[in-house]
């Protein structure tokens, strides 16, 4: 069993930054990837950012690339997403998530068993 707890939402005007973080405590957190999922009002939850167990690779949503950066530290069991250039676009519960194996894709939310309770992003247009 692993439990994730999100902080580190809030209301930000557009071309400002965020840090969101993920603290998970249970088992190993080493042996999971740990991604990032978003869902806006009326719309389908979306895959943000994934970054692999052991070896660190990441991986990003079209829609993000080259203003979030997703990182790990397993000592201190916790994933970040730094969010940079955030537009109204981006304005969405973020949910963090764990996956001990991945079969199709990291992008599919079906793919991971763990999931926190969210924190909201707002970014006023």
């Known amino acids: 069993q692993v439990q994730l707890v999100e902080s580190g939402g809030g209301l930000v005007q557009a071309g400002g930054s965020l840090r969101l973080s993920c603290a998970a405590s249970g088992r190993i957190f080493n042996s999971y990837h740990m991604g990032w999922f978003r869902q806006a009002p009326g719309k389908e939850r979306e895959f943000v950012a994934v970054?692999?167990?052991?070896?660190?690779?990441?991986y990003y949503g079209d829609s993000v690339k080259g203003r979030f950066t997703v990182s790990r530290d397993n000592a201190k069991n916790t994933v970040w997403l730094q969010m940079n250039s955030l537009k109204p676009e981006d304005t969405a519960v973020y949910y963090c998530?764990?996956?001990?194996?991945?079969?199709?894709?990291?992008?599919?939310?079906?793919?991971?068993?763990?999931w926190g309770q969210g924190t909201q992003v707002t970014v006023p247009s």
């Open positions: 998530a764990a996956a001990d194996t991945v079969s199709r894709s990291y992008q599919r939310s079906d793919e991971y068993r763990y």
């Open positions: 970054i692999t167990r052991y070896n660190g690779f990441s």
